[in-house]
């Protein structure tokens, strides 16, 4: 996994050629690694490296890891109640439908 830190990634105001180039690289030499963008204002890639399905692909299983992580679960049981981790439990049960 390429891990890629930004104080403020914004597509609309720090150019990502450098995030696109790597990413087309990757397909054109049939490399398939994630690439994982951290920062405070993490905005979508551009659609040119990454399709609109695949973007919701990868958010929906991002968001179901996230909110499947243990020790996410505990905290959330310690700060507000067993039932609030049921309630996410269930809700991460629930796929996005892509066409």
Known sequence: ?????????????????????VS??????????????????????????ISPKDIVILGDEAFTKFHKNKNFLKLIENIFSFQAVNNIIEMIKTKLKVD
């Open 1 to 21: 996994m390429l891990l890629v830190y930004e104080q403020n990634v914004k597509a609309d105001t720090i150019n990502m050629s450098d995030i696109i180039f």
């Open 24 to 49: 087309n690289y990757q397909k054109q030499n049939s490399f398939n690694s994630p690439i994982c963008i951290v920062g405070s204002y993490v905005l979508a890639l551009l659609t040119e490296t």
